[in-house]
């Protein structure tokens, strides 16, 4: 974990590109348009978005609900997937909603498609998360903190 407000940076930059980078190249196949054109339109307001809500909402709620429940913050594994878990929970949440935003706009058929779209990006962010950025994502930060 971060040590400092650099690493703190570092870490959630490189986080966040990785997520908003898998998610958006899974929600483009699922819709059957993955172009490199599609990827990098939606990818920089995504990743905007993404980060802004991982620093000031989401990740500061997640830290504080994981910090509040009976798991010894010593123990790394259960606070990281703790943690882990509930910034995707969170960061779902939003992300799909603003996906939903940016491919239709308001519509009547919004909260239908809200629904889906969650339950789609829960199913792919979990293990995305948890088995391929999470990990590459410490990794790269021990390096940093090795150098």
């Known amino acids: 974990m971060p040590t400092n407000k650099k690493e703190g940076i570092i870490f959630?930059?490189?986080?966040?590109?990785?997520?908003?980078?898998?998610?958006?190249?899974?929600?483009?196949?699922?819709h059957h348009s993955l172009t490199l054109k599609e990827l990098l339109i939606g990818f920089i307001p995504g990743f905007i978005v993404a980060f802004v809500l991982?620093?000031?909402?989401?990740g500061v709620l997640a830290k504080k609900i994981a910090f509040a429940l009976p798991i010894d913050p010593q123990k790394k594994l259960p606070m990281i997937?703790?943690?882990?878990?509930?910034?995707?929970?969170?960061m779902v949440t939003c992300m799909s909603l603003f996906g939903i935003l940016m491919q239709?706009?308001?519509?009547?058929?919004?909260?239908?498609?809200?629904?889906t779209a969650w339950k789609m990006n829960v199913i792919a962010a979990?293990?995305?998360q948890l088995l391929i950025v999470g990990p590459v994502s410490r990794s790269v930060l021990v390096k940093i903190q090795n150098a």
């Open 54 to 58: 991982d620093v000031f909402i989401v």
């Open 104 to 115: 239709n706009g308001l519509s009547d058929a919004m909260l239908s498609q809200y629904l």
């Open 126 to 128: 979990l293990p995305l």
């Open 12 to 30: 959630t930059t490189l986080m966040c590109f990785l997520m908003v980078l898998g998610m958006s190249t899974y929600n483009l196949w699922l």
């Open 81 to 90: 997937l703790t943690i882990s878990t509930l910034m995707i929970l969170g």
